[in-house]
């Protein structure tokens, strides 16, 4: 008796956050929402990027990155309409439509080079930023981006490049 108790228990909850869901689907509005940030000659690898999008499998976000060697990592998983737009009033209010290439950034040739690309059904906006740190308020999209990406997943590939795997070999080998 007690075990069918918790079985109703556990299935009324289950329907509820189901039911939530697709009611957050039914009133979700993609608005051709999209942003993206592709950084290359990273100290992370020669390239990588997160990107956000609704138009082609709805809600969802991208992340990928491409080594020296160029093998790449990538990874897409879909997230919540809520989720969707969390991230996406945290980018809105960078004011990104009026965003252009930064200025306050390093700036030095052997720097990243950050290219943001942002749009909806209304406006259109690509920028870039050569820097080490990437500063406010272009910060404020690269940063909320990661977070979603990562959320709930490990960190994409190895985090350790082979020329540094090879010297801990030979490290160890002394």
Known sequence: MKYGFLFVIGAVACGGA?????????????RDRRVSYIATKHLAGDELG??????DAGPR????KTDK????????????PSDFDKTWKEIDGTGWENLKDCTNGTMEKRDPVYVFDVKDDQHQASFQCQTREVPYPYNDISDVLDLMAA???GQLGDDEPADAKALDKKDMQR
Request: hydrophobic fraction near 30%.
């Open 18 to 30: 189901q039911r939530r869901a697709d009611e957050e689907s039914l009133n979700f509005n993609c």
């Open 50 to 55: 997160v990107q956000m999008d609704c138009a």
């Open 61 to 64: 976000i991208m992340r990928w």
């Open 69 to 80: 060697q160029g093998n790449r990592v990538d990874e897409t998983h879909a997230i919540s």
């Open 151 to 153: 959320q709930g997943h």
